[in-house]
Nanobody, 126 residues
Framework: VQLVESGGGLVQAGGSLRLSCAAS????????MGWFRQSPGKERDFVAA????????YYADAVKGRFTISRDNAKNTVYLQMNSLKPEDTADHYC????????????????????WGQGTQVTVSS
């Protein structure tokens, strides 16, 4: 199982970025997917999740209305569109795959996720 994030970078406040997470080594459509982030000196936090059918999404309050999670099962890729970025969005962003019984749901629990990518850095300047 491999998850490879891309699309991070430096952007000014108010700008946008789209993160991608390319999955390989498993049947992508059976896994729910999530995005999490970790700022220096802080714990890793939930950002957004999408069920394996893409029928359900779930967002952290901090990003609701600004971020959109989506997936393309034909391309084995999950995306995170981030708009109206704020300096407090600065963090390493990680995607994760959930194969368990809760894969029909968009879970925000880190313990539900089985595999993690290496992360992509997002820096938002003020």
């Amino acid at each position: 199982v491999q998850l490879v994030e891309s699309g991070g970078g430096l952007v000014q406040a108010g700008g946008s970025l789209r993160l991608s997470c390319a999955a390989s080594g498993f049947i992508f459509s059976v896994a729910a997917m999530g995005w999490f982030r970790q700022s220096p000196g802080k714990e890793r936090d939930f950002v957004a999740a999408i069920s394996r059918s893409a029928g359900t999404t779930y967002y952290a309050d901090a990003v609701k209305g600004r971020f959109t999670i989506s997936r393309d099962n034909a391309k084995n890729t999950v995306y995170l569109q981030m708009n109206s970025l704020k300096p407090e969005d600065t963090a390493d962003h990680y995607c994760a795959a959930n194969f368990g019984a809760r894969a029909d749901y968009a879970s925000g629990l880190q313990t539900d996720y089985d595999y993690w990518g290496q992360g992509t850095q997002v820096t938002v300047s003020s």
